[in-house]
Nanobody, 123 residues
Framework: QLQASGGGLVQAGGSLRLSCAAS????????TGWFRQAPGKERDFVAG????????YYADSVKGRFTISRDNTRNTVYLQMNSLKPEDTAVYYC??????????????????WGQGTQVTVSS
C-alpha cells in the first residue's frame, strides 16, 4: 500500500515536500512516479524515479522546480516542490510501475496507486 502525504496550502513561490510511504511488497524494486490531477482535468505525469534512484525524469512543466528522490531504507519516495505556481494546484498521487525502469510516463504503466494529497497554491 502507498500513502501520500505532505500536501497543503502554500503561497506562490513557496515550497512543499510530498512523501510517498510504502508498506508491504517490494517497493524498492519498482520505478515510482508522481502524477497530479487538477479539477476538471486528466491525471498527468509529474516525475518518476528508477528503483535504485539513479535515474529521474520530469514533465517539462516542473523541470528545474521539482525534485524526486527516494530513501529505500525508509521505503519512501519524496517530491520536493519549489517555486510553486497556482497552476501546480492539484491532487498529487504516487504510484509504482512493475518491472524495470524504461521511462514510464503513462497512467496505464503504473498499477499500484496511493490515495492522493491535495496541494493548493494561492496567488
Amino acid at each position: 500500500q502507498l500513502q501520500a502525504s505532505g500536501g497543503g496550502l502554500v503561497q506562490a513561490g513557496g515550497s512543499l515536500r510530498l512523501s510517498c510511504a510504502a508498506s508491504g511488497g517490494t517497493f524498492t524494486a519498482y520505478t515510482t512516479g508522481w502524477f497530479r490531477q487538477a479539477p476538471g482535468k486528466e491525471r498527468d505525469f509529474v516525475a518518476g524515479i528508477s528503483s535504485s534512484g539513479g535515474v529521474t525524469y520530469y514533465a517539462d512543466s516542473v523541470k528545474g522546480r521539482f525534485t524526486i528522490s527516494r530513501d529505500n531504507t525508509r521505503n519512501t519516495v519524496y517530491l520536493q516542490m519549489n517555486s510553486l505556481k497556482p497552476e501546480d494546484t492539484a491532487v498529487y498521487y504516487c504510484a509504482v510501475a512493475p518491472g524495470a525502469w524504461y521511462g514510464q510516463r503513462n497512467e496505464y504503466e503504473y498499477d499500484d496507486w496511493g490515495q492522493g494529497t491535495q496541494v493548493t497554491v494561492s496567488s
